[in-house]
């Protein structure tokens, strides 16, 4: 079986600071991740993607993610957060033979001034 | 702008009714994704075509189906609806069939009362 978790429900950031998104997954085989960003209202854009090669990946709107096999985390960061960062943010893992995706619970972005 | 559409955008509609969702997919994509998102299941992988066959299924109840269409657009048909189906309703799409990266519509909100 395969299974994300997103450990945190809130954040809650000051502009400009840091921000970490935490992501643990568990799959048998070497793992396709994902991390999506949904704004209220709106569907779901994808932001980064890890297959294979480089574990730091590089993605829209200044966000990076480091795969690391041994924690079995994928976790997001962005080293400045900006006020239109305030959304809701899913990590997701494609398994199944690379036919099912599973979606974590999401993390609540809020930016505080 | 994901090049994905959807309609309707809301949907009212009593308990026992049967609605029908549609989705195109963005032009060049052969596989349609649907997913439920509610506040207490979270976002849920109903079900997968590709190229008009289906090709995965996830969480999808026996009273919902779907299909594509030769040209490649989707209907999620939702029957004998209950208040617990409230929710919204995503499509994606993506060139490959096992694709993470996928495209999400801006979702259709189904209130059932």
């Known amino acids: 079986a395969q299974s994300v978790t997103q450990p945190d429900i809130h954040i809650t950031v000051s502009e400009g600071a840091s921000l970490e998104l935490r992501c643990n997954y568990s799959?048998?085989?070497?793992?396709?991740l994902f991390w999506y960003v949904q704004s209220p209202g709106q569907g779901l854009q994808l932001l980064l993607k890890y297959f294979s090669g480089d574990t730091l990946v590089q993605g829209i709107k200044g966000f990076e993610a480091e795969f690391k096999r041994s924690q079995s985390s994928f976790n997001l960061r962005k080293p400045s957060v900006h006020w239109s960062d305030a959304a809701e943010y899913f990590c997701a893992l494609l398994g199944g033979g690379y036919q099912k995706v599973t979606f974590g619970t999401g993390t609540k972005l809020q930016v505080i001034p | 702008d994901s090049g994905v559409t959807q309609t309707p955008k809301h949907l009212i509609t009593a308990t026992g009714q049967r609605v029908t969702l549609r989705c195109s997919p963005r032009?060049?994509?052969?596989?349609v994704y649907w997913y439920q998102q509610s506040l207490d299941q979270g976002l849920q992988f109903l079900i997968q075509y590709y190229n008009g066959e289906e090709r995965a299924k996830g969480n999808i109840l026996e009273r919902f189906s779907a299909q594509q269409f030769p040209d490649l657009h989707s209907e999620l048909n939702l029957s004998s609806l209950e208040l617990g189906d409230s929710a919204l309703y995503f499509c994606a799409s993506s060139v490959e069939p096992g694709a993470g990266e996928q495209y999400f519509g801006p979702g259709t909100r189904l209130t059932v009362t």
């Open positions: 032009s060049g994509d052969l596989s």
């Open positions: 799959y048998g085989a070497t793992p396709y």
